[in-house]
């Protein structure tokens, strides 16, 4: 069992930066496949980004590459989701989400969600 916390959202102008975290719980989080997801209001959730449970590997989404950069501290039971340059369009609830695989990209790969944060820019 993992339980996820996430922490860290906000507002911020365009432009700006916000860096979210999220502790798990549970000793399989090192293991454990983590990613980012979002959903801003009438769309569907999406990956925003991925990484694999050494940290080796990411997957990120063509709207965020080269402005977000996920990371992880397996002794820390975190995942970050560093966020610059943010634009209006980054506007959602973000959720960190953990897979059993190790590392996945498929939403329904993913077995644990947490509970989401707000994340809003302005112009």
């Known amino acids: 069992q993992v339980q996820l916390l996430a922490s860290g959202g906000g507002s911020a102008q365009a432009g700006g930066s916000l860096r979210l975290s999220c502790a798990a719980s549970?000793?399989?989080?090192?293991?454990?496949?983590m990613a980012w997801f979002r959903q801003s209001l009438g769309k569907e959730r999406e990956i925003v980004a991925a990484i694999n449970w050494a940290g080796g590997a990411t997957y990120y989404a063509d709207s965020v590459k080269g402005r977000f950069t996920i990371s992880r501290d397996n002794a820390k039971n975190t995942v970050y989701l560093q966020m610059n340059s943010l634009k209006p369009e980054d506007t959602a609830v973000y959720y960190c989400?953990?897979?059993?695989?190790?590392?996945?990209?498929?939403?329904?790969?993913?077995?644990?969600w947490g509970q989401g944060t707000q994340v809003t820019v302005s112009s």
């Open positions: 989400a953990a897979a059993l695989t190790g590392w996945a990209i498929g939403e329904r790969q993913y077995d644990y």
């Open positions: 549970g000793r399989t989080f090192s293991r454990c496949g």
